[in-house]
């Protein structure tokens, strides 16, 4: 970086900052060209089928295809930015970001800091070893050490059982690399929201099978929400609302679900 740029640079985060603490407004928020708002939602980097990068490096999944729909629906304009799960949620609060998707369980504690929409999607929480090995239960955790995703609530739920069940944890940022840590032997399991882990199984070819799944009433699995910085932005959380409710009546949520969520129904 040249010295004007790095210049430009401080100026920049300096104006960021100050934007960040006069509040009002969201900071992350810009001008499309046509002179409507661009909301910048953060979103978590890899986490089929709710968002994931393609070959050609577009995203997909639930989250990306019902925010789209949504937004269409709204008539507002957004940009994505993918930057991990525990990322994602330090950009709204930070105010680097207007609002976050990301398979994000709407939880008492994170209501505390942040404002949900209504529940998009139920999920229960799992913990999944090699397919091929002999870890079998939980029992058969002890004395191991198993790998966890940061911030998640499949970690909190393994924080919650470690004790019971003996075992050491390790933390990793992003669902891919904790799964290679378990198929490369490092960790024995891992521990994972269950419709990722059951996708990533079934269409990732990741050779893990699932050891224990948490209660479908247990704290840790909580449905998914749309989240904003707590009181900072009303509007979008009932623009999320209002087309939620749109896309689920007029069939747009069913048909987006049907598309990665295959049922035996
Ligand atoms: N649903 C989990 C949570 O909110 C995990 C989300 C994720 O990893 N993207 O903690």
Request: glycine share 10%.
């Amino acid at each position: 970086m040249k010295l004007r740029q790095i210049g430009t640079a401080i100026a920049g985060a300096a104006l960021a900052l100050s934007l960040v603490a006069c509040g009002g407004s969201p900071a992350a928020t810009g001008t499309s060209s046509n002179g409507s708002t661009v909301y910048k939602i953060a979103t978590d980097t890899t986490f089929a089928p709710f968002e994931y990068a393609e070959a050609n490096g577009n995203y997909a999944g639930i989250d990306i295809e019902l925010l789209d729909a949504i937004a269409k629906d709204q008539g507002f304009e957004y940009k994505l930015d993918p930057v991990g799960f525990d990322a994602a949620l330090q950009n709204v609060q930070s105010g680097q970001a207007d609002g976050v998707i990301a398979g994000m369980s709407i939880t008492d504690k994170r209501k505390q800091v942040f404002d949900f929409s209504e529940p998009y999607y139920n999920a229960t929480v799992c913990a999944a070893a090699k397919s091929d090995g002999d870890v079998k239960s939980l029992d058969d955790l002890r004395g191991k050490n198993v790998a966890i995703k940061t911030g998640t609530m499949s970690a909190s739920w393994a924080q919650s059982l470690a004790e019971q069940y003996g075992f050491t944890t390790t933390t990793f940022d992003t669902s891919d690399v904790m799964y290679q840590d378990v198929l490369a032997g490092n960790s024995v399991a891992c521990f994972e929201d269950t419709p990722v882990m059951s996708y990533a199984i079934t269409n990732g070819g990741v050779a893990l099978h699932i050891i224990a799944e948490s209660e479908e009433t247990s704290e840790f699995a909580a449905p998914y929400g749309f989240a904003v910085n707590k009181g900072t932005n009303p509007d979008l959380i009932k623009k999320f609302n209002d087309g939620l409710a749109n896309v689920k009546k007029d069939g747009t949520y069913d048909k987006i679900i049907s598309k990665y969520v295959k049922t035996n129904a």
